[in-house]
């Protein structure tokens, strides 16, 4: 990166305090994580949220299983662990949080930063709601039997629209959400879940209150407990009849999904997602480790655990639908049978149609399967259909519906079901809290590295961070709240982002220089690292990302963007187009988290011309003895040198420890 000839004229008369080094010194002001393994649990925590337990088995179900887990895994090794490795480095060298890192490597790249925490802030605000509604069904789980176990005894209407759903999806809508019929109507605030919103930031507060200090400790018990629920749902699963028969719809490989690009694309956004590139977080949280720790075999590591992490979610949300899908069906075929013999014995239809008695749910299937069409359609007028495990479990496993209505109905079917409640949804909060501490990190920490009037302040701005954040939430706990989650969620965070890691990518590989990076974490590490990485992050990883943002610009572009809204009449979900000033507000969100970037861009623009026009205006400096070599010296500086003058970059200092 070349420096222009006003900015070392600038610098001239501090050249005899230049650090040709990258590294920085070492500053003993800037707070430190505890141990080796809170870093590690830090990471692992914000990496591993609620996505690995709803979204990931989703998507493996619906694309393909195992041939979706080895393509996952194989992006994972082209998009996911370079860009990961390449955020952990840079905020351990530099280590500021996102916005001083890309202002030292090119003040003309701060907005990225800014970026950064634009995003990580409306994540922020619906992923606290995730974590109210976690925290309502942890308050209803202490009853027996649990509230959405059976449908309440009301009004005829009430009945009609539990018994055409179900007792869960009911009190999902119903009761939790108290839902409209659509984003238009607001309905006002839901007292319970207001409060149970006011619960989560509180939780978010307390464990933000002392920086690092505080959430370090929170992170042990946060990032450890879900797997010890997760193991234990496992071990009851598998003791569960019909659990094999989901784990094996799960793991059978489809290898034609691989010949379709949506599929690509969903993995790509997964990876992308998981780890949680571009949201500043990995940078905050690796900018408190000493500069001498091994950020590469950290990426490997918390990369594999989430990928891990991710399988065995898997295997258990599957293992316990499996369950949940082989009672529904045995229960369809109880009810068939009995609705086939009550017509033959009306003469409806002959009787060598009729399976023999006391058939399995495969034996019913294979009898059903094995009919002439005509017979199947005479069946199917009767609301007489095939009753398969498959077709069960493909109800109801999408995002939300999964946690909250699938795996909770599932739940009711256990034995001591308000105990496995209780787990499944205390685990959920524990997850969410540590993803959601990561959040808050990348937006505190880039601000309190960047503004420095804030440091004295520290805890007041936490707080006042979480108090706003709990007044924006607001929003989404009104009875159309849940709609405006699904609208951020799908839209506030994945376009922006992907504009986030692309700039990121080019940063380092083009404007710094990708062996330049891999020399400076030489020197850093001791060693250096493959130099697969630098052809990763020049070409691989950054096509792949322009490639995703495109295919996501062209989705958007070729269908209305649309949301999945209750009609309680007909007791079904129903597939509605955003309204205008939706779309609006969904469009300004994407504009709004990628405008830094530009207005950044063009400020930095605007303040070096101006520099470069006052240096020409003012009286030529009169050279002096070595000045020549003392010039070709200043254009070799590393841009991560925040206190010198001379390399053209701004200084950006770190914090006092005494607010730790």
């Known amino acids: 990166m070349e420096k222009s000839k006003a900015d070392l004229e600038l610098g001239a008369t501090n050249q005899d ?63 996911g662990i370079p860009l990961f490795f390449l955020e952990l480095a840079a905020g351990q060298i530099i280590r500021q949080g996102s916005i001083g890192v890309w202002k030292h490597i090119n003040p003309r790249l701060a907005g990225i930063g800014f970026a950064s925490c634009v995003v990580c802030s409306f994540v922020a605000l619906y992923y606290n709601v995730i974590i109210a509604w976690s925290i309502y069904y942890l308050g209803n789980s202490f009853q027996l039997p649990l509230p959405w176990e059976s449908c309440p005894e009301a009004s005829n209407q009430t009945e009609m629209e539990c018994s055409q759903s179900s007792p869960t999806t009911f009190f999902w809508y119903r009761n939790a959400l108290n839902v409209t019929s659509s984003i238009g109507e607001s309905g006002g605030l839901d007292p319970a879940l207001t409060g149970c ?4 930031w509180v939780l978010v507060c307390l464990a933000m209150i002392k920086g690092i200090k505080s959430s370090g400790k929170v992170l042990y018990f946060s990032s450890l407990f879900p797997y010890v629920v997760l193991l234990c749902f496992l071990v009851r699963a598998l003791l569960l009849e019909g659990a094999m028969d989901g784990i094996r719809i799960m793991f059978t490989p489809k290898l034609s999904i691989l010949g379709d690009m949506q599929v690509w694309r969903q993995a790509a956004t997964q990876v992308f997602f998981a780890l949680g590139l571009g949201f500043g977080t990995i940078i905050a949280y690796s900018s408190y480790n000493p500069q001498h720790n091994n950020c590469h075999i950290d990426g490997l590591v918390v990369s594999m655990i989430n990928f891990f992490t991710s399988v065995l979610a898997t295997l258990v949300v599957f293992a316990v639908l ?33 399976p023999v008695s006391n058939v399995s749910v495969a034996q019913y299937s294979t009898w059903y399967q094995g009919l002439l069409n005509e017979t199947k359609a005479q069946l199917q007028n009767l609301k007489i259909e095939d009753c398969r495990v498959e077709d069960e479990m493909n109800k109801g496993v999408e995002g939300t519906g999964l946690a909250f209505i699938a795996f909770t109905e599932a739940m009711t079917l256990f034995p001591t079901a308000p105990f496995w409640s209780v787990l499944f949804f205390f685990m959920l909060l524990n997850l969410g809290l540590s993803t959601m501490l990561g959040n808050m990190q990348g937006i505190i920490t880039p601000l309190l590295d960047n503004f420095h009037s804030l440091h004295r302040r520290r805890t007041l701005f936490t707080v006042l961070c979480c108090v706003v954040g709990f007044l924006l939430g607001l929003l989404f706990v009104q009875r159309s709240g849940s709609y405006f989650v699904a609208m951020f969620d799908d839209y506030s965070a994945t376009l922006p982002l992907l504009i986030v890691v692309a700039c990121e990518a080019f940063a380092v590989a083009w404007i710094y220089g990708a062996d330049r990076f891999l020399n400076d974490i030489e020197d850093m590490l001791g060693w250096r690292p493959w130099r697969v990485y630098s052809y990763m992050w020049r070409y ?72 470069l026009r006052d240096s020409r205006s003012a009286p030529a ?39 730790f």
């Open 322 to 354: 499996g369950f949940r899908a082989n009672v529904f069906a045995q229960t369809c075929v109880k009810s068939n049978l009995e609705r086939l013999y009550h017509l033959q014995s009306t003469d409806l239809l002959p009787p060598e149609l009729f």
């Open 621 to 659: 400096i009169s050279s002096v003895p070595g000045e020549e070599e003392d010039e070709e010296e200043l254009e070799k500086e590393s841009p991560a040198d925040p206190d010198h003058q001379t390399n053209g970059y701004l200084p950006v200092r770190t914090e006092d420890a005494q607010d």
């Open 540 to 611: 691989v990883s950054l096509a792949s990302i322009v490639c995703l943002l495109l295919a996501s610009l062209v989705r958007m572009c070729l269908s209305r963007p649309t949301y999945q809204a209750w009609n309680k009449e007909e007791a079904a979900k129903q597939q509605l187009e955003y309204p205008t000033w939706a779309l609006g507000l969904l469009i300004s969100l994407i504009v709004l988290a990628a405008l830094p970037i530009p207005i950044m861009f063009v400020q930095q623009l605007l303040i070096e011309w101006l520099a």
């Open 17 to 79: 305090d230049s650090n040709v080094d990258l590294l920085l010194e070492e500053p003993s002001s800037r707070p430190a994580w505890g141990s080796k393994a809170q870093y590690i649990l830090a990471q692992v925590g914000f990496s591993v949220g609620l996505g690995n337990v709803w979204r990931f088995p989703y998507l493996c179900h619906q694309n393909g299983g195992g041939a979706f887990l080895l393509l996952y895994f194989l992006l994972l090794f082209i998009i």
């Open 197 to 200: 919103l006011f619960a989560a």
